[in-house]
């Protein structure tokens, strides 16, 4: 006779206790009801039969999303029906969404990507949840900070994926405990204890940037590294530095309060600082002029990396000149100020 997913659940808890999972992710958890990102593959299963076991009390506040995509046929629809089997046996909620594409054969990662976000956040705002848990783990982390450094990305980029993190204004604390364990040993302990998940074989093809980096890049990177490093773990250290130097910077351009109310940035409250908080109190500025020319007729504001580096160094300068922000707007630098014109 087969274990149920209830005994299953307890087994895979026994093997990973909650001193195992990433302690920012536990104690930034909140109160309220709990959502739970479920695609059926191995990651997501494991989040939530560790949820499900390690909290009991949460059970009956406890709701999981699973999004169909439509990208793969009968093998998304199969998804579903596992995730729909999985959810009944636990007695948790399950909340389906599915992709309304209209004859489109190809779409990109970014499309995929905000399909399935925009609804996560609706289920969510339409159960009240205040946490999605995401089953995101170590090699999340190295695809992620490989894709970023390719980019160029600074600190901020680069300490993605965090164990606790709040997009957008108001919106719902995401929280990812598996960030202390690489993807293999969570698949080796499903299998041990025979329990069954997706397999996304799509994730092997090279149609989208995080499959070829996951297939061409990580796993030789972790293959050549030497038997006395793990390179997946070594980009999760990577990762909690990076935050807390993000952190450290963000403390320091807060008490710089060189950003003032009415959008002005004060460049003489920078005076002295590293030139890393100067560029944290610019991106502060830049996002602030990006949100307020957001729903203007002439529309919001444009800048490039080149542009960002030449204000920059304007205001590192302090002296007094006009830089074109597009069609619409000006930066305007005068008297230890830097404020935005135009629209």
Same mark, same amino acid.
């Given at each position: 006779?087969?274990?149920?997913?209830?005994?299953?659940?307890?087994?895979?808890?026994?093997?990973?206790?909650?001193?195992?999972?990433?302690?920012?992710?536990?104690?930034?958890?909140?109160?309220?009801?709990?959502?739970?990102?479920?695609?059926?593959?191995?990651?997501?299963?494991?989040?939530?039969?560790?949820?499900?076991?390690?909290?009991?009390?949460?059970?009956?506040?406890?709701?999981?999303?699973?999004?169909?995509?439509?990208?793969?046929?009968?093998?998304?629809? *199969? @998804?579903?029906?596992?995730?729909?089997?999985?959810? %009944? /046996? =636990?007695?948790? &909620? $399950?909340? #389906?969404?599915?992709?309304?594409?209209?004859?489109?054969?190809?779409?990109?990662?970014?499309?995929?990507?905000?399909?399935?976000?925009?609804?996560?956040?609706?289920?969510?705002?339409?159960?009240?949840?205040?946490?999605?848990?995401?089953?995101?783990?170590?090699?999340?982390?190295?695809?992620?900070?490989?894709?970023?450094?390719?980019?160029?990305?600074?600190?901020?980029?680069?300490?993605?994926?965090?164990?606790?993190?709040?997009?957008?204004?108001?919106?719902?604390?995401?929280?990812?405990?598996?960030?202390?364990?690489?993807?293999?040993?969570?698949?080796?302990?499903?299998?041990?204890?025979?329990?069954?998940?997706?397999?996304?074989?799509?994730?092997?093809?090279?149609?989208?940037?995080?499959?070829?980096?996951?297939?061409?890049?990580?796993?030789?990177?972790?293959?050549? *590294? @030497?038997?006395?490093?793990?390179?997946?773990?070594? %980009? /999760? =250290?990577?990762? &909690? $530095?990076? #935050?807390?130097?993000?952190?450290?910077?963000?403390?320091?351009?807060?008490?710089?309060?060189?950003?003032?109310?009415?959008?002005?940035?004060?460049?003489?409250?920078?005076?002295?600082?590293?030139?890393?908080?100067?560029?944290?109190?610019?991106?502060?500025?830049?996002?602030?002029?990006?949100?307020?020319?957001?729903?203007?007729?002439?529309?919001?504001?444009?800048?490039?990396?080149?542009?960002?580096?030449?204000?920059?160094?304007?205001?590192?300068?302090?002296?007094?000149?006009?830089?074109?922000?597009?069609?619409?707007?000006?930066?305007?630098?005068?008297?230890?100020?830097?404020?935005?014109?135009?629209?």
């Amino acid at each position: 006779m087969k274990p149920s997913w209830a005994d299953r659940a307890q087994a895979l808890a026994e093997q990973v206790p909650l001193r195992d999972l990433h302690p920012a992710a536990l104690a930034a958890a909140p109160s309220g009801r709990w959502a739970v990102a479920l695609s059926g593959g191995g990651d997501s299963v494991a989040l939530l039969l560790l949820l499900w076991a390690h909290f009991p009390k949460r059970r009956s506040r406890l709701v999981a999303l699973h999004f169909d995509h439509r990208l793969r046929g009968a093998a998304s629809r *199969a @998804d579903a029906r596992f995730c729909h089997s999985l959810c %009944a /046996a =636990l007695g948790v &909620e $399950l909340i #389906e969404g599915r992709w309304s594409r209209t004859g489109r054969s190809k779409v990109s990662e970014a499309e995929a990507r905000d399909a399935r976000n925009g609804f996560v956040e609706a289920a969510c705002a339409r159960r009240s949840a205040t946490a999605l848990w995401l089953g995101q783990q170590q090699d999340d982390i190295a695809e992620t900070m490989l894709m970023r450094l390719a980019r160029g990305s600074g600190a901020a980029g680069l300490a993605a994926p965090r164990p606790a993190s709040l997009t957008g204004d108001g919106g719902v604390l995401r929280l990812r405990p598996l960030l202390t364990l690489q993807k293999r040993d969570i698949a080796a302990q499903l299998k041990k204890l025979g329990i069954p998940f997706r397999t996304d074989r799509s994730n092997q093809t090279g149609q989208y940037l995080r499959n070829r980096v996951r297939r061409d890049v990580v796993e030789t990177w972790q293959k050549s *590294a @030497d038997s006395q490093r793990d390179a997946v773990a070594g %980009a /999760a =250290l990577s990762r &909690e $530095l990076l #935050e807390e130097d993000d952190t450290a910077l963000e403390a320091w351009t807060d008490r710089c309060r060189a950003l003032t109310a009415g959008g002005k940035l004060n460049l003489v409250r920078l005076q002295g600082a590293p030139r890393a908080v100067w560029r944290r109190a610019l991106q502060r500025w830049v996002g602030r002029q990006l949100r307020d020319t957001q729903k203007s007729p002439r529309g919001s504001f444009r800048l490039s990396r080149m542009g960002f580096e030449r204000l920059l160094h304007g205001i590192s300068e302090g002296k007094a000149q006009r830089i074109s922000l597009g069609a619409a707007y000006f930066a305007r630098i005068r008297q230890g100020w830097l404020s935005r014109e135009g629209g």
